[in-house]
């Protein structure tokens, strides 16, 4: 049996990870929802391959965001946030390139920040014990050990 705190504490983690999970599972669907304007600034800033860009990093976000709000493979899916933002955030939110535009620098460095923060809240998450509770990984792992003992019948029936 839990006590309060051990509650609480499970609790607060599965509103963390709706939250953090949910946040970026939103976010690979606005990618796919909004692909082709997406891809459109994507292109306007010279990259390549827009269209691919958009949807292979929208895909790596809406996967490790539903990883870490189901609780499933929740590692897996902050490797997949951690590549994203990774790659992304120096990328689009390149301030350091704004010294002209005020406006555009102060987003560009806002949205870094906010960025590397996220960062940093996926790295921590690996280290959390596994399996989390409430989770799609809880459940498989309770139902593992719950695998009914061969009943006498079966042992005496295999004998013959």
């Given at each position: 049996?839990?006590?309060?705190?051990?509650?609480?504490?499970?609790?607060?983690?599965?509103?963390?990870?709706?939250?953090?999970?949910?946040?970026?599972?939103?976010?690979?669907?606005?990618?796919?929802?909004?692909?082709?304007?997406?891809?459109?600034?994507?292109?306007?800033?010279?990259?390549?391959?827009?269209?691919?860009?958009?949807?292979?990093?929208?895909?790596?976000?809406?996967?490790?965001?539903?990883?870490i709000l189901l609780g499933a493979w929740p590692r897996v899916g902050a490797w997949l946030i951690v590549i994203f933002l990774?790659?992304?955030?120096?990328?689009?939110?390149?301030?350091?390139?704004?010294?002209?535009?005020?406006?555009?620098?102060?987003?560009?460095?806002?949205?870094?920040?906010?960025?590397?923060?996220?960062?940093?809240?996926?790295?921590?998450?690996?280290?959390?014990?596994?399996?989390?509770?409430?989770?799609?990984?809880?459940?498989?792992?309770?139902?593992?050990?719950?695998?009914?003992?061969?009943?006498?019948?079966?042992?005496?029936?295999?004998?013959?």
């Open positions: 049996m839990d006590t309060a705190k051990e509650t609480t504490m499970k609790v607060l983690l599965l509103l963390g990870r709706l939250l953090f999970g949910g946040f970026f599972l939103g976010s690979g669907l606005n990618h796919f929802v909004h692909h082709t304007a997406l891809a459109e600034m994507v292109a306007a800033a010279g990259y390549p391959l827009p269209e691919l860009a958009v949807i292979g990093s929208g895909v790596l976000i809406f996967l490790g965001g539903a990883s990774v790659f992304v955030t120096p990328l689009v939110n390149n301030f350091w390139a704004d010294v002209n535009n005020p406006q555009q620098f102060a987003d560009d460095l806002n949205n870094f920040t906010k960025n590397v923060g996220l960062l940093g809240g996926v790295l921590m998450s690996l280290f959390i014990q596994q399996p989390w509770p409430y989770s799609v990984d809880e459940m498989v792992s309770r139902s593992r050990q719950t695998i009914p003992v061969e009943s006498e019948y079966i042992r005496i029936f295999r004998q013959r």
